[in-house]
């Protein structure tokens, strides 16, 4: 049976841990796309790819990528943004350069597979980023890679 004198003990200890916590909380700085790094997410999912000039670049959260024949409209990946609270028009699905670049800057934000660019090769195929091995394929557009949406803002 538990004394009222344990009672009042716990809930000293429960006060003295709620102060530790709200001064961690207050000392907590917000990573904003002001204050961002590459490779720095953000509030919202968005991972930061590149900044230069007041110019930066996001990808999208990984949830929001999906698999999908190669389209110009690629509407899943933007039916995907717009489910999860994303304006789908401020995003686009990125060139073969973007995606080279996330490649090489941040490739543990993406899977161990091909990802759909922007960049048509012919009428039946497309680039495609390897994030297994840093190469641009040409994939016929029928394949179903995934694909992962991009957009820049300003800061």
Same mark, same amino acid.
């Given at each position: 049976?538990?004394?009222?004198?344990?009672?009042?003990?716990k809930?000293?200890e429960?006060?003295?841990?709620?102060?530790?916590?709200?001064?961690?909380?207050?000392s907590?700085?917000?990573?904003?796309?002001e204050?961002?790094?590459?490779?720095d997410?953000?509030?919202?999912?968005?991972i930061?790819?590149?900044?230069?000039?007041? $110019?930066a670049l996001?990808? =999208?959260p990984? *949830?929001t990528?999906?698999? !999908?024949?190669?389209?110009?409209?690629f509407?899943? +990946?933007?039916?995907?943004?717009?489910?999860q609270?994303?304006?789908?028009?401020?995003?686009?699905v990125p060139?073969?350069e973007?995606?080279?670049?996330?490649?090489?800057?941040i490739?543990?934000?993406f899977?161990?597979?091909?990802?759909?660019?922007?960049?048509e090769?012919?009428a039946? $195929?497309?680039?495609?980023? =390897?994030?297994? *091995?840093?190469?641009?394929? !040409?994939?016929?557009?029928?394949?179903s890679?995934? +694909?992962r949406?991009f957009?820049?803002?300003?800061y």
């Amino acid at each position: 049976m538990t004394t009222k004198t344990q009672l009042q003990n716990k809930i000293q200890e429960l006060e003295s841990e709620l102060v530790e916590f709200k001064s961690q909380l207050s000392s907590y700085e917000e990573v904003t796309i002001e204050t961002a790094s590459v490779g720095d997410t953000l509030e919202d999912g968005s991972i930061v790819l590149q900044k230069s000039k007041g $110019l930066a670049l996001l990808v =999208a959260p990984k *949830s929001t990528e999906v698999e !999908a024949r190669w389209s110009k409209e690629f509407s899943e +990946v933007f039916e995907a943004l717009k489910e999860q609270g994303f304006n789908p028009s401020q995003w686009f699905v990125p060139t073969q350069e973007q995606l080279q670049l996330a490649y090489e800057t941040i490739p543990n934000e993406f899977s161990y597979t091909f990802y759909w660019s922007s960049t048509e090769s012919d009428a039946t $195929l497309a680039c495609a980023q =390897a994030f297994t *091995s840093g190469c641009i394929h !040409a994939l016929s557009k029928t394949c179903s890679p995934r +694909v992962r949406a991009f957009r820049c803002v300003t800061y």
